[in-house]
């Protein structure tokens, strides 16, 4: 077969999807449908994202599968790419291809790419729910979802008999959320046995949320369902707090039961997934001024040398940050050989640390760029700004690095007006999860400036995710 590639997308060989995909793919006008970082240096378009999903290489796919949910649902949003990638991902689950099992970002353990893609439609399902005052992006955009439902029901449906039960859990939660469109109401009943005797029985409190909530909304009673679950959070947290009790004669017998139960494979952004968590941001009272943007640090004079020197703003590379997305010329998922050529630099130091004949990469420090990038399964999942020689990052075209850390504190809890979108880590950073970004401190000579770190989801818990370098630098 010929590597014949379609016409203005050159990065998608046709060879490498489906018919129906790739029928999908060439009637669609990209470049007229932009995702969250559309033209951003280093962030792939949607096309070269979809045809990267059923590569033959595992690391490209986790990577796309990863971008899917950062680029094209990014923050609970779908943007005008979003609803046409859909219906393109949808073509792709018959593909003996999905069959491939891998570690995806979202969620615990090994699944198959066909249930992955499952959950990302069921994502895109319940957003497709909301209106545009929720949050969930503009009128245009959201009416481009919930014109797509159909379309998605019709290609989903099959997998709701699937034999792997994490594909046919996938199928029905996004099947549940799919049937909130007034033209499929007329299947409801069709699948509401499944929804109640699978989903709602699930290891995931997602799919388990979306049962009770979706059978609620038919008019079935979900008491049975309501109160399990109360039973089931309520021994979890007693079972929690006697495994965390030295003094507690229940100690060894309540570890033994927490390690006993399954691992709730929810992505870590919708454990305890709730309709009030995605409502708009609280406006900041009238009477509360906005604090004065952070200012970074004027920097060492010239011919300051030693290991305290903090660099000028004219020394320092310019980036932006967009949350969950990346940093930059990075992104979240990049292999250290990408960053590598992203940078233009070799990492000056590398931490592995090794499980039996296993090797991960933990971290790379680039002195040249002033930045350490922290990985997970080989993959980048955290970047951190050295205070004193970092690049200077910008929210809003605020400072973030090199910035006196109550300033950049003070600045950034006044845009956070989310119920639990503010924690603090057990050395008093404050981690923004809105944002996945966390300010930690870094000493310059008498003072400290900050040292931003930008995060993925499952990093925001810094003390367990962090290394103890990180935690010792100085």
Known sequence: MSNESTPDLPCVPVYSLPPSAHAELAGTAWEELPHVCMGRHGVPDTPGILGAVLAADPAR???????????????????????????????????????????????????????????????????????????????????????????????????????DPLVKEAALAATALLLADPALASSVPLYAPAIREVLAMSADSY???????????????????????????????????????PFSQDQEQAIRWL?????????????????????????AAPHEPAPEPPVAASGSGVGRCGPWRVARAEERAE????????????HFGMTLEEIVSALGEGP?????????????????????????????????GCIAADALTGPQVRLDAASLTG???????????????????LAYSVAGDPVFVGLGLAIRSQRAGDVVLTRPLFLLHDWLDL????????????
């Open 259 to 283: 390690e006993e139960q399954p691992v709730d494979t929810a992505a870590p952004e919708r454990l305890g997934h709730r309709p009030e968590d995605r409502t708009a941001p609280i406006p």
């Open 403 to 421: 910035c006196v850390p109550s300033h950049v504190e003070e600045w950034l809890v006044h845009r956070t007006t989310r119920p639990g979108s």
């Open 463 to 474: 003390w367990h995710s962090l290394p103890s370098e990180e935690w010792n630098f100085a």
């Open 348 to 380: 000056a130091v590398s931490s592995y640390s090794h499980h039996g004949e296993d090797r991960q990469l933990n971290y790379a420090d680039f002195t040249e760029s002033g930045i350490r990038a922290l990985f997970h399964d080989d993959r980048l």
């Open 319 to 330: 980036w932006t940050f967009t949350p969950y997305v990346g940093v930059g010329p990075l």
């Open 207 to 245: 799919y388990r949320w979306i049962a009770r909530e979706r059978l609620a909304a038919w008019g079935e009673d979900v008491t049975g369902l309501v109160t399990a679950e109360e039973q089931r959070r309520a021994a979890l947290d007693r079972a929690g707090e006697l495994a965390e009790d």
């Open 61 to 163: 796919r986790v990577r796309a599968v990863g971008d899917l949910y950062r680029l094209l649902l990014h923050q609970d949003q779908v943007f005008p790419a979003t609803a046409p990638a859909a219906l393109v991902l949808a073509c792709l689950l018959d593909d003996p291809r999905t069959l491939a099992e891998d570690r995806w970002e979202r969620r615990a353990g090994w699944r198959s790419l066909r249930a992955e893609l499952l959950n990302w439609l069921a994502v895109f399902a319940d957003i497709a729910r909301l209106d545009a005052e929720d949050g969930g992006g503009t009128a245009q955009n959201l009416a481009a979802a919930r014109t797509a439902r159909p379309a998605l029901h019709d290609r989903i449906a099959d997998f709701c008999d699937a034999d």
